[in-house]
């Protein structure tokens, strides 16, 4: 049965690894194997540290724009409940005025 621990890697190790697959010209899965870490992490870090120096897919986000992304969406589903609560509001004191 499979774990759902996924195992965390600092900020350092992560640029440390992608240095040393764009500097040896080896391939993701060697490095991969050398540092003891899946070849997936390793892809997905080399991608995004791609798209972080401009060098991604054209409309690919870099790490900046995708945290201020995340900090947005978050923000407009805060904004979204604050405004189903006031609705609620607005109709609770509509009905009691009626009375």
Same mark, same amino acid.
């Given at each position: 049965m499979g774990s759902s621990y996924t195992k965390q890697y600092?900020? &350092?190790?992560k640029r440390d690894a992608v240095a040393l697959l764009d500097s040896t010209g080896r391939t993701v899965t060697e490095v991969a194997? &050398?540092?003891g870490?899946?070849?997936e992490p390793l892809?997905?870090?080399y991608k995004r540290a791609k798209a972080d120096r401009g060098e991604g897919r054209p409309g690919e986000l870099t790490s900046m724009e995708r945290d201020e992304l995340k900090r947005l969406r978050k923000?407009?589903?805060e904004q979204a409940r604050t405004i189903e609560v006031l609705r609620k509001a607005a109709v609770l004191f509509a009905k009691e005025s009626d009375r």
């Amino acid at each position: 049965m499979g774990s759902s621990y996924t195992k965390q890697y600092t900020a &350092e190790f992560k640029r440390d690894a992608v240095a040393l697959l764009d500097s040896t010209g080896r391939t993701v899965t060697e490095v991969a194997r &050398e540092l003891g870490v899946s070849p997936e992490p390793l892809r997905g870090w080399y991608k995004r540290a791609k798209a972080d120096r401009g060098e991604g897919r054209p409309g690919e986000l870099t790490s900046m724009e995708r945290d201020e992304l995340k900090r947005l969406r978050k923000q407009n589903a805060e904004q979204a409940r604050t405004i189903e609560v006031l609705r609620k509001a607005a109709v609770l004191f509509a009905k009691e005025s009626d009375r």
